[in-house]
């Protein structure tokens, strides 16, 4: 059974940083692209950073260019994101999410999800 | 950047009804799209890909259609397990999700 456990979210003030966690199980780690996704209180998914299988290519939208990144480590079958810079309008739950299509990940949908963890942004 | 607009934003619909939300994308992406349903305080789950291709498991009550620019997904009789929220994702250049459409009871 695929397994996503997220975890690292909390209470962080404005320029702070946080690292995510995301403990994949069930599943050939290595094989997949994952992705973070994440939701602002009350508001829509937003697509947020992808990573290839191997963890060699790498793609953050526009929003978090510059302040997030994106990591694996595929010995720990655990997926990263490491967040600087923080914002209040980064306030949002954050879900690791799985690709359907092993090896695919430029161009993918999200079949597993984690149950999210909750980032807040605020002084 | 790949835009996708949904509507509407809210439906109100009742059990039984046949409902149909519109998904919109900026450019052509050809049949890379999918619809997620969300219910509240959870992930959202995987419906339909490639535009039309239910995913296993769900019931066929749902459909999908479109390509080039414009989607659609149908549920041919609202369930009460269906009032839920839904999204759509393109795929035909990394991923970008639609706004989402609260389906609502009526």
């Known amino acids: 059974e695929v397994q996503l456990v997220e975890s690292g979210g909390g209470l962080v003030q404005p320029g702070g940083s946080l690292r995510l966690s995301c403990a994949a199980s069930?599943?050939?780690?290595?094989?997949?692209?994952m992705s973070w996704v994440r939701q602002a209180p009350g508001k829509g998914l937003e697509w947020v950073s992808v990573?290839?299988?191997?963890?060699?290519?790498?793609f953050h939208v526009d929003s978090v260019k510059g302040r997030f990144t994106i990591s694996r480590d595929n010995s720990k079958s655990t997926l990263y994101l490491q967040m600087n810079s923080l914002r209040a309008e980064d306030t949002a739950v954050y879900y690791c999410?799985?690709?359907?299509?092993?090896?695919?990940?430029?161009?993918?949908?999200?079949?597993?999800w984690g149950q999210g963890t909750l980032v807040t942004v605020s002084s | 950047d790949i835009q996708m607009t949904q509507s509407p934003s809210t439906l109100s619909a009742s059990v039984g009804d046949r409902v149909t939300i519109t998904c919109r994308a900026s450019?052509?992406?050809?049949?890379?799209l999918a619809w997620y349903q969300q219910k509240p305080g959870k992930a959202p789950n995987l419906l339909i890909y490639?535009?039309?291709t239910l995913e296993s498991g769900v019931p066929s009550r749902f459909s999908g259609s479109g390509s080039g620019t414009e989607f659609t997904l149908t549920i041919s009789s609202l369930q009460p397990d269906d009032f839920a929220t839904y999204y759509c994702?393109?795929?035909?250049?990394?991923?970008?999700f639609g706004g989402g459409t609260k389906v609502e009871i009526k």
């Open positions: 994702q393109q795929y035909n250049f990394y991923s970008t």
């Open positions: 999410a799985q690709s359907t299509r092993p090896r695919v990940w430029d161009s993918s949908t999200w079949g597993f």
């Open positions: 450019q052509s992406i050809s049949s890379w």
């Open positions: 069930g599943f050939i780690f290595s094989n997949y692209a």
């Open positions: 490639k535009a039309s």
């Open positions: 990573s290839s299988a191997s963890g060699d290519s790498t």
